[in-house]
């Protein structure tokens, strides 16, 4: 009953694309959208009686689609990716021409294959030739058919690079009987391809002709032809070629056979021939090329939805990019799995475009194709089975005939990544709604560098040539046609699998794709391969395990696990008595822990591969030196450990929150006190883990040249002194009737606490307190707390006012605002972000790192603190399409791109802290936000504490500043992958994106002032906290200029 | 450097600059303070309203520099001119002061004892400029400033907790004083016959609160909301349903409306 309906919607929609081509706003739903914009339905249209077309509609988008919107946005992203009209009368126009010269190809010699002088000059052979000799007769004659095949013509091109696949036949006559063997058909496939270039030189409806390998495979080279015109810019024309069926015995090219022979190939003689599967299976692909697309083609006809989803699953490929580079998951393997799920039944002809893509992931998500893998194929019995391929592949796609495994080149690497992305994929469109999922699906990059946790690079490649006997794969070189690169590769990823064990969730693999390259130059060869990627996605609970232990000292086992660690090897005596074999990595610090993966596979790569440690480039730690404390105190002969004066603060960190509960505990083990201490809560970044410098233990004897009133030291005008900050920490006071209720006299009893406070203190555990009327200084273990006494009635108080009637009302006022925001929001803020950095400990670096860099700009003083770490808190709670970052650095570069690409103008950033949004909320907050978007500040942040209000980020940022933000950030990011995908050749120097811009400022006045106003947040910082009698030596920040700084001057940027 | 007008735009100019070493001369700009909203603080014949007048620049020192002119009462400063919001309290309290932070440059008034100073000031010829700062009433910048706030931050606590002691007894003393008479009011009626009801009786009023009314009102709605009958009668049948298509229909419309600007902000561009 739904399909009459559909169709209708998508003829009609048709219709109108012909007729106005270029007006965008027009295509998709044109039944719905007129062109002139139409306010609000009126009453008497809404309340019209429905007509059963527009009924099955509706009905149809709640059962088909999740939600109208998503449905309209489906639609809008096909229209968007996929050519406008389904023919393209230019196009046709090259694609006839091109036909014609083809039919008239005139017929060459015949010449020996070894034989290539006569080749014309400026055509070079695009195939690499190791060893030259080989069998043979090469003979041209004009393809024995030209057919457009793949994705032009199932309609399911994508934007951008669209190609149109031409399969040439190559003619029966110029092919000889053993020409399966020894890589002949692929020379002759080559040489072919060169007469084809040749040939098509100086033809005027071609702008230029170039080589490339598919898919990265050295030995299926193809033309590219880029037609001249307008046309050229949006297609290219990809030239196959393919082989009549007649060509060879099926049998030839089962996997278990052998049509490379090692005499041919290595020289040598009596070695026994090992079965070519990747060879085979490069020639059957050819042989079924067009079997595969005629299959494609019944599966397609008539089901629109199957049509729209492979578009849906190419750009999903596309954004992960996982469907580019040597051994990518092509559009052409997802759209046969598309028809292997229709045989399967998974997916029937009504379903939508939405529906396929998301059945199809899940069962990409749900199976396991290198160990159980797939068949489009009826098996009969002299066809191999499953099983035959499982012996010699990792992933496995048996298409229809039986003999090809459309996964061959697929590594399992890419494999799992797929799967795992599928994964992923699936949980967000389960766990978040399906508009936002649309977002994390589609319209998000996945780059390689914000991928993976950790990236390291391997240079020098050649070291990997000498390890192939090592590894015992030289049957797989010779498979590969000399390739030891991929025929290497797999053994290396196992070895370094083994080692990092369940440290690592996910292995990705990149490696740089070979260019296109002219027709005069000489193929790229496998030696010119640059470098390898390798990215690690790290499993946050073992990722930092120091120790690894292996099989008991006495056990068969132990040599082997001796023999994969080598020297790293050792006996250790356990807890419970036991002695094992055990690996320790050493670490001294947490930096040093979170890069244990790197020490345990330079170990194992220099081990087992031979490639010496300069070869590798580890990035994961490279920012790490940017969260280090400053380190002043080396040219004082002060005798710290060298542990800790390298760490990256996390110790430090630590050893307040440590200080913070011996305080607590002091804190609640006062008995006298009036009324009892109802919480104790730390407010200052440093409890949230955010505080790019966590102080330092202070435990010097007092110093020269201050004063002292009292016990407490104060500071002289030209004595530079340490800076100690202050952690603020509220004491709330239980609430009891005892309290006035007039603010000036809570005033006087706070003061009276405050005071209380200290004394008892004190006198109870001799801590050094100073009281004032606004807080108690404490001096707990080497840091310096500030402790302010609140009452939560005192915010009530504040807002109360009584209206003329005597209604008493409650209004928020700036002070009442001033005073929640310190002694009720931040409190619950720190205890929610600590949750968070409790459960992902990655978390603490990542907004340190943001900070540095905000802070680096200059623009700390226009962006809180809480909004950065809020901004921070979004990566971790919704890391949609990524998985949580699992380091510092990962986070910090999505933590630039979320800065640089949210829509701040049109949406608010919902940060869902401690899960406490109820269902309807995100509605509203939309609709409210769009409703009255100008009296919102620039940047809008949506806690579930503060909904419909953003205090974190008003009145700063303004537009202005956040749009130099979101500058500064996009090209910080650009720099900073950049450098980090560079970094194989040559050192970089990553603290670029941290040192700003200061020329701009210098000549344009207003941004030097701004300059100015932040030194005078740093003497604020000099002024207020220095305390205390134990002080000595400089100031650690680079404060100390400014101090001379003239008020007035001062005065006056403040004004500006 | 200009020669030092006299006057500008009615305003007497007065220059000065901060201490003897200092080449910057600035100028105080100075009139009779005559506005039309009167304020008893400000009796316009002895009022004088200076501008631009720097922030480092304190009571102390208009005192001084006003003093050649006749006896100066009192030194208000204020961010803008106008009447000033804040009534000086009634009481002096050493540690709790009300702090009214003036940013950048400042207005002031500046009272005399009588008339005289005012007409005084409006006369006076300045031949160079005056001293702001003095080896007497010195004024503090950058750092030494701050120094000494920070020293000046540091209160006496027990001087801090006698004060607050007297403070916390005059008010208990009041609060009593004040429930005494609510309790002795209690039931008694005024010479209209009313009686006013207080939260201490046998019964006490519900507060007249903006929380207590609407939590009223809600609590109203809910309970004629249970006296109703929904989809009861055939005609609720019909209409919730059209409700329903009508609701359906409203909500593609905003999502189309939605994607027309989510297209106009390029959204659909992937890559």
Redesign the interface.
Known sequence: MKRPVQEDNRASSETSEDSDDGD??EKG?VE??PPT?RS??SKAE??KP?TNVELTT?KETSALYE???FR??IS??I???TPKSKKNSSLEKVLHSLYGTLDKLPSGKQYDLTDQSWLPDGIEVPIIQEPCNGKGMFFFEKPAAVKVIGSYLLETCT??NMHVDIVLQIPKVCLQRKDYLNFVYHRKRALYLACIAHQLKNVDYLENIKYSYMNGDYFKPILILKPSGKIGKSYVIRVHTCLPESFCKLSICHPDRNNVRVDWFTGRQGEPNTPTPHYNNSIAIDLFMEQHLRHLFSEMEDFTGMREGIVLLK?WL??RQLNKGVGGFTGFIMSMLVSYLLSLKRLNKLMSSYQVLRNTLYFLANSDWTRRGISLCKHEDDEPITADYHKHYDVIFIDTSGYVNLCADVSRLAYLQVKHEAELSLKYMESISAVDSFQAL??T?VPFTRKFDHIFHVSKLSHLQSCCKQFDVEDSVSDHGGDFVTAVLPSIVEILEKGTGKRIKLFGMHQPPHKEWSVNEKPPHWKDLTHLTFGLLLDPEYSMRVLDMGPPADSQEAADFRQFWGNKAELRRFQDASICEAVVWPCMTMADKRLVCNQIIVHLLKLHAGIPPGCITYLGGHLDSLLRQPQDEKHKPAKKSRKELSGTGDEENLAVIHAFDSLNKKLRGLKDLPLSIASIQGTSPVFRYAQVFPPNVLHKPASRGLRL?GY?Q?????TPSQWVPVLKVICTMERSGKW?D?L??I???K??FH?RL?QMLHKEYKVVT????KFVDAFVDGFVFRIHVAYPREVVLLKQETTPQ?????RDTTQSLELEKETISLPKLTSALHSIHQSNPTFSGTVRLAKRWVSSHLLYSYLKEEAIELLVAHLFLNSAPFTVPGSPVVGFLRFLHLLANH?WI?NPLIVNISDNYKAGDHDDILEKFKCDRSQHPAMFISTPLYKLSSPWTTPDPSTQVLQRLILLARESLQLLEQQMSDCYEQQQDYKQIFRPPVGVYDVIIHLKSKYLSKCDHA?DYV??N?IEKSQKGEDNRKILPV??????EK??Q??Q | MAAPMNSVAGFKVMPVKLNNKSDVVRYFYYKEHNVREKDSSKPSDRTLFVVNIPAYCNEECLQRLFSQCGTVESVHFQQKPGISKTKTAVEESTFFKQVNLIKGYKVAYVIFKNPSGLQNAKKFNYKQPLLLSTEESPIFAGMKKWCKEYIDSIPDTTEMQKEIDEYMANYDRQELEEEEKTTELEGVADSDGWITVTRKGRKPGLARTEVNQTKATVQEKKKREKTELLNFYRFQFRESKREHIAQLRKRFEEDKEKIVAMKAARKFKPY
Request: overall charge negative; charged content about 20%; some cysteine.
């Open positions: 965008q706003i739903h719905t959208v914009k609000k339905l809404l309340y429905p509706l939600s109208s919107l309209m946005q809008e992203l229209a968007e990716v934007k951008p750009v596309h954004q589609f319209m990059k009133q407490i104060c500071p002289l005008p030209h006035p007039d000036l006299a005033q006087r009893i003061a009276a005071i200290s100073a009281a004032t009327d005597g209604l008493l009302q409650l829509d049109n003497i002024r207020g220095v101090v001379n700084f003239d008020p007035a005065y006056l403040e004004l």
